[in-house]
Antibody
């Protein structure tokens, strides 16, 4: 069955770089787009960026200067790296898959999320 | 960027009550999608392409709308429907979410 699972450090120091991994199963990264979405505690959802199925990437312009998304198709993994972390980057980070059914672009499967706290 | 404004921000409904949640877009979008999120859990796809229920979603839920105004309706509120609901669009870059409506049981 389709699964996505985020992993990474729960605590990052200010100004450091965050590295997260999304490991997927049940589908191929060359057939589906995978996005990163984050959610600060008690707040709403923010789109961060996408790894397109063809290997290209797109980013939220508000984060573009700090964000990098890459992948390893042989390991079915998508990676997120975000630099210069600040306390406002404290959030739960999700990876999510875009459905190929339907007409619009929407997320049919989400990972469980990984909580990242930025603190010294 | 298309801003999605959800209303109300918070509401409480009694079991059996009809509930309507609204999502207004700052510019016209082709489709709206909705997610349900319960505390401590990941969002779940609830309504896609404006009016299609995701797998397993009870038929008391329906979605409608066009252009800049969309809604999610619960025909008869049940306890398990208490959650936060988010709308989402990607008719225009960047992909955006509404700020959510927290729906509580009265």
């Amino acid at each position: 069955q389709v699964q996505l699972k985020e992993s990474g450090p729960g605590l990052v120091q200010p100004s450091q770089t965050l590295s997260l991994t999304c490991t997927v199963s049940g589908f191929s990264l060359t057939s589906y787009h995978v996005h990163w979405v984050r959610q600060p505690p008690g707040k709403g959802l923010e789109w961060m960026g996408v790894m397109w199925s063809d290997g290209d990437t797109s980013y939220n312009s508000a984060l573009k200067s700090r964000l990098s998304i890459s992948r390893d198709t042989s390991k079915s993994q998508v990676f997120l790296k975000m630099s210069s972390l600040q306390t406002e980057d404290t959030a739960t980070y999700y990876c999510a898959r875009v459905s190929t059914e339907g007409i619009g672009d929407y997320f049919d499967y989400w990972g469980q999320g990984v909580m990242v706290t930025v603190s010294s | 960027e298309i801003v999605l404004t959800q209303s109300p921000t918070t509401m409480a409904a009694s079991p059996g009550e009809k509930v309507t949640l609204t999502c207004r877009a700052s510019s016209s979008v082709s489709y709206m999608h909705w997610y349900q999120q319960k505390s401590g859990a990941s969002p779940k796809l609830w309504i896609y392409d404006t009016s299609n229920r995701a797998s397993g979603v009870p038929n008391r839920f329906s979605g409608s709308g066009s252009g800049t105004s969309y809604s999610l309706t619960i025909s008869s509120m049940e306890t398990e429907d208490a959650a936060t609901y988010y709308c989402q669009q990607w008719s225009s870059n960047p992909l955006t979410f509404g700020s959510g409506t927290k729906l509580e049981i009265k």
